[in-house]
């Protein structure tokens, strides 16, 4: 059995705070863009360059953080929204919905992108890399900060979420991470077979589709162990993972039609 005990305070200068999820958050944006500027540099995407990769990423935080919390409210928290709608500008506290972080990121690529006269997808395949990592590190942070508690749980690795209550549950930010180290490992090796073709590759919708397969059938599985509302026989964040696979299987379809 453990206790998640874990100080979520990285560093404290007189009254300010910076969080270790603060860090952790910043770091898969620093990522983001150490991956989209070097596919700048190896024209992988054309007419990316230094200074539009640095914008890129601007146009990701904001389309992220806004996606994120307005789904977290509407699905997982909708009285608070209710009675407090300015909450949803107070991003330091908890809610964050990765499937509204993923919708504000693509709506954000595709405005950078017709702005900029890129291509949407080259962008979107490129950043799937960027995405699964930074949503690891995003795990760890869940996990320093006691949050995503799992259901019910009396095993040998059962932890106690203070935040929660004392009952010992599923440390589910574990099993995400382990599910999206999974889904890491075969987009990576995916680029890696098109490793002489890159440029032709990226670009293709491959990498991002099978992003939304894997992770939405990942999600499903490791849902299961997830404290979350159940709407009729699954739960929200299934409901929004099967509506990932199916997105994700007609990109597939109409690209082998084309």
Same mark, same amino acid.
């Given at each position: ?11 404290? !200068?007189? @009254?300010?705070? $910076?969080?270790?999820?603060?860090? &952790?958050? %910043?770091?898969?944006?620093?990522? =983001?863009?150490? #991956? ?81 006269? !890129?291509? @949407?997808?080259? $962008?979107?395949?490129?950043?799937? &890399?960027? %995405?699964?990592?930074?949503?690891? =590190?995003?795990? #760890? ?103 990932? #696979? ?13």
């Amino acid at each position: 059995m453990y206790t998640l005990d874990f100080n979520p305070t990285a560093l404290k !200068i007189l @009254m300010i705070e $910076i969080r270790w999820y603060a860090v &952790i958050y %910043a770091l898969g944006f620093i990522l =983001l863009y150490l #991956i989209i500027n070097h596919a700048a540099k190896r024209k992988t995407i054309q007419g990316m360059d230094k200074d539009k990769a640095e914008l890129f990423v601007i146009y990701s935080i904001l389309g992220v953080v806004i996606g994120a919390r307005l789904f977290y409210f509407v699905f997982y928290d909708i009285s608070v929204f209710w009675k407090n709608p300015l909450e949803i500008l107070m991003i330091w506290h908890a809610g964050l919905s990765f499937h509204g972080g993923l919708i504000g990121f693509i709506i954000s690529a595709w405005m950078f992108s017709k702005k900029h006269d !890129i291509n @949407m997808w080259a $962008i979107l395949d490129m950043s799937t &890399i960027a %995405a699964i990592s930074g949503l690891m =590190l995003g795990r #760890i942070g869940n996990l320093l900060n006691g949050e995503l508690a799992g259901t019910e749980f009396n095993g040998p690795w059962c932890t106690i979420f203070p935040l929660y209550d004392t009952v010992c549950r599923h440390p589910y930010p574990i099993y995400a991470f382990i599910s999206h180290l999974i889904l890491l490992i075969y987009l990576a090796v995916l680029l890696y077979i098109n490793r002489e073709k890159l440029k032709e590759f990226i670009g293709t919708k491959i990498l991002a589709a099978n992003f939304l397969i894997g992770y939405g059938i990942l999600r499903i599985i490791t849902d299961i162990w997830k404290m979350d509302e159940i709407l009729l026989f699954m739960k929200t964040g299934q409901w929004l993972s099967v509506i990932m #696979i199916i997105i994700g299987a007609a990109i597939m379809l109409y690209k082998k039609k084309r």
